[in-house]
Protein backbone atom coordinates (compact mmCIF):
# COMPACT_ATOMS: atom_id res chain seq x y z
CA UNK A 1 0.00 0.00 0.00
CA UNK A 2 2.56 2.25 -0.68
CA UNK A 3 2.23 5.37 -2.25
CA UNK A 4 -1.23 5.99 -0.89
CA UNK A 5 -0.04 8.76 2.15
CA UNK A 6 1.07 11.88 1.53
CA UNK A 7 1.37 15.01 3.65
CA UNK A 8 1.32 18.60 2.29
CA UNK A 9 0.54 22.19 3.93
CA UNK A 10 -0.85 19.88 7.97
CA UNK A 11 -3.04 17.79 5.37
CA UNK A 12 -2.78 13.76 5.13
CA UNK A 13 -3.71 12.61 1.54
CA UNK A 14 -5.00 8.81 1.59
CA UNK A 15 -5.64 7.48 -1.78
CA UNK A 16 -8.17 4.73 -1.04
CA UNK A 17 -7.73 1.75 -3.08
CA UNK A 18 -10.26 0.32 -5.95
CA UNK A 19 -12.03 -1.86 -2.78
CA UNK A 20 -12.40 -0.88 0.50
CA UNK A 21 -12.97 -3.35 2.57
CA UNK A 22 -11.60 -5.22 5.56
CA UNK A 23 -8.60 -6.76 3.76
CA UNK A 24 -7.63 -3.17 2.99
CA UNK A 25 -9.06 -1.28 5.93
CA UNK A 26 -6.61 -2.41 8.38
CA UNK A 27 -3.29 -1.22 6.24
CA UNK A 28 -5.05 2.58 6.27
CA UNK A 29 -5.85 2.70 9.82
CA UNK A 30 -2.56 1.57 10.91
CA UNK A 31 -0.59 3.96 8.26
CA UNK A 32 -3.44 6.90 8.53
CA UNK A 33 -2.89 6.77 12.57
CA UNK A 34 0.99 7.08 12.43
CA UNK A 35 0.66 10.46 10.55
CA UNK A 36 -1.77 11.68 12.62
CA UNK A 37 -0.85 10.46 16.10
CA UNK A 38 3.05 11.63 15.63
CA UNK A 39 2.02 15.02 14.58
CA UNK A 40 2.76 15.19 10.60
CA UNK A 41 -0.67 15.89 9.39
CA UNK A 42 -3.86 17.76 11.45
CA UNK A 43 -6.28 16.97 8.76
CA UNK A 44 -7.51 14.03 6.27
CA UNK A 45 -8.56 14.25 2.59
CA UNK A 46 -9.82 10.91 1.34
CA UNK A 47 -9.43 10.55 -2.45
CA UNK A 48 -12.03 8.07 -3.63
CA UNK A 49 -10.84 8.54 -7.47
CA UNK A 50 -9.80 5.00 -7.90
CA UNK A 51 -12.20 3.67 -5.50
CA UNK A 52 -15.27 1.58 -6.97
CA UNK A 53 -16.48 -0.22 -3.43
CA UNK A 54 -16.31 0.61 -0.13
CA UNK A 55 -18.08 -1.56 2.44
CA UNK A 56 -18.55 -0.98 6.27
CA UNK A 57 -14.92 -1.36 6.83
CA UNK A 58 -14.10 1.80 4.99
CA UNK A 59 -17.24 3.42 6.81
CA UNK A 60 -14.80 2.31 9.80
CA UNK A 61 -11.91 3.87 9.09
CA UNK A 62 -13.48 7.17 7.90
CA UNK A 63 -15.50 7.93 11.23
CA UNK A 64 -12.54 6.75 13.09
CA UNK A 65 -10.05 9.48 11.35
CA UNK A 66 -12.96 11.82 11.76
CA UNK A 67 -12.74 11.02 15.91
CA UNK A 68 -8.92 11.45 15.92
CA UNK A 69 -8.50 14.53 14.33
CA UNK A 70 -12.08 16.52 15.11
CA UNK A 71 -10.78 16.58 18.90
CA UNK A 72 -7.68 18.58 17.90
CA UNK A 73 -9.79 20.98 15.53
CA UNK A 74 -8.91 19.05 12.03
CA UNK A 75 -11.26 18.36 9.46
CA UNK A 76 -12.04 15.38 7.23
CA UNK A 77 -12.78 16.14 3.70
CA UNK A 78 -13.63 13.29 0.86
CA UNK A 79 -12.62 13.79 -3.04
CA UNK A 80 -13.10 12.25 -6.33
CA UNK A 81 -16.18 10.24 -5.13
CA UNK A 82 -18.68 8.18 -7.72
CA UNK A 83 -21.97 8.51 -7.25
CA UNK A 84 -21.77 5.07 -5.63
CA UNK A 85 -19.28 6.45 -2.97
CA UNK A 86 -21.50 9.46 -2.34
CA UNK A 87 -24.65 7.49 -1.60
CA UNK A 88 -22.48 5.34 0.80
CA UNK A 89 -21.06 8.60 2.49
CA UNK A 90 -24.90 9.95 2.69
CA UNK A 91 -26.69 7.09 3.46
CA UNK A 92 -24.44 5.91 6.96
CA UNK A 93 -24.32 9.35 8.22
CA UNK A 94 -20.67 10.46 7.31
CA UNK A 95 -21.79 13.56 5.50
CA UNK A 96 -22.51 14.91 8.90
CA UNK A 97 -19.21 14.41 9.79
CA UNK A 98 -16.86 15.27 6.99
CA UNK A 99 -17.29 17.81 3.71
CA UNK A 100 -17.31 15.93 0.03
CA UNK A 101 -15.81 18.26 -2.46
CA UNK A 102 -15.75 17.71 -6.28
Known sequence: MEGM???KDNCLRIIMP???DHHSAES???GADE???TGKAKHVIFDFSKTRFMDSS???VIAGRYKKVSCFGGR???VNANP???RIIM???LKDMIEIVD
Open 58 to 60: GIG
Open 5 to 7: FAV
Open 91 to 93: LSG
Open 28 to 30: IRE
Open 35 to 37: YLL
Open 84 to 86: RIR
Open 18 to 20: EEM
Open 76 to 78: VTA
